[in-house]
Each structure stands twice: as structure tokens, then as C-alpha cells.
Nanobody, 120 residues
Framework: VQLQASGGGLVQAGGSLTLSCLAS????????MGWFRQTAEKAREFVST????????VYEDSVKGRFTISRDNAKNTVYLQMNSLKPEDTAVYYC??????????????WGQGTLVTVSS
């Protein structure tokens, strides 16, 4: 499975972005999906995950109420809607396919990352 993340960019604090992760070479509905982020100063950290059918989600505490993960298995795409963005959300965001987990080691396939920059 190949994953292609897109939708990153530069946004002012308080703004919104929607990230997309398109899967190819496999059926997205076979996998639980996750979003992670990484900066130069921090190791890759969990953001959100969603079950294969979309029935359950988990969020990292700092993004609860601001970010929403969703998926459209017919389009082989997973989304991360990000609202009320803060400068501390600045990072490279990665999508991943694998287990329903907050641990990056539980994921088998990774996208290439998309940069989100939030200016103050």
C-alpha cells in the first residue's frame, strides 16, 4: 500500500487546514489509519487514529475538540480536519496504515509527510 499525504501549507493561528491521505495499491478499508506529526525537536508523536470502518476514533489530548479524523473508504482516502490551529501544531504530518493504536510501531505503511506551518 502506498500512501500520499497532501493538504499542508502555511496558515495563521486560528485558521484551518484539511489534510488528505490517498491510498493506492491496496484497499484502505482493510486498515486502521493514523495521523502522526514530527518536528526537528521532537520524535514522531501520535495525533489521531480511526478504525477501518470509521466507527471509533482516538485523539491526542492537545488536539481534542480541534481536529477531526474521518475516512471515505470508497475514495481510499483518510482526512484530518484541523481547526483553531496553534503555532505549536507546526510539524510534518504523516498518515499511516496498520493497527488501531497510538504507537507508531503498530503501523506498517507510511506516507511521505506534508508540512503544516502555523504562524502566530
Amino acid at each position: 500500500v502506498q500512501l500520499q499525504a497532501s493538504g499542508g501549507g502555511l496558515v495563521q493561528a486560528g485558521g484551518s487546514l484539511t489534510l488528505s491521505c490517498l491510498a493506492s495499491g491496496g484497499t484502505l478499508s482493510s486498515y486502521h489509519m493514523g495521523w502522526f506529526r514530527q518536528t526537528a525537536e521532537k520524535a514522531r508523536e501520535f495525533v489521531s487514529t480511526i478504525t477501518s470502518g470509521g466507527g471509533s476514533t482516538v485523539y491526542e489530548d492537545s488536539v481534542k475538540g480541534r481536529f477531526t479524523i474521518s475516512r471515505d473508504n470508497a475514495k481510499n482516502t483518510v482526512y484530518l480536519q484541523m481547526n483553531s490551529l496553534k503555532p505549536e501544531d507546526t510539524a510534518v504530518y504523516y498518515c499511516a496504515a496498520g493497527d488501531f493504536s497510538t504507537n507508531p510501531r503498530a503501523y506498517v505503511y507510511w506516507g511521505q509527510g506534508t508540512l503544516v506551518t502555523v504562524s502566530s
